[in-house]
């Protein structure tokens, strides 16, 4: 895995600014790969079923999340 230092800090330092970050880009630029390597943060794959479910009902999600949390892809029901 390549490292992306510049990309990490920035996604980083937006947390600080806001509780949520927006990652887009175009397919296969490495945004999954970045996500998943960020440091204390949990990767959601609304592919899912299991998340999808997991995401249906938002106030009991936000309470069980211990760690930021990224999700992919962004869809209507994730």
């Given amino acids: 895995?390549?490292?992306?230092p510049f990309w990490t800090d920035r996604l980083v330092a937006?947390?600080?600014q806001a509780s949520i970050v927006w990652l887009t880009g175009p397919r296969r630029a490495g945004k999954?790969?970045?996500a998943q390597s960020l440091p204390d943060a949990e990767?959601?794959?609304c592919d899912l079923p299991?998340?999808?479910e997991r995401l249906?009902?938002?106030?009991?999600f936000f309470r069980s999340v211990k760690k930021k949390c990224i999700?992919?892809?962004?869809?209507?029901?994730?």
């Fill in 32 to 34: 999954t790969v970045l």
């Fill in 14 to 16: 937006a947390w600080k």
């Fill in 50 to 52: 299991s998340v999808a």
């Fill in 56 to 60: 249906r009902d938002p106030e009991s």
């Fill in 1 to 4: 895995m390549i490292k992306r």
């Fill in 43 to 45: 990767f959601l794959n």
């Fill in 71 to 78: 999700s992919f892809p962004i869809r209507a029901g994730c």
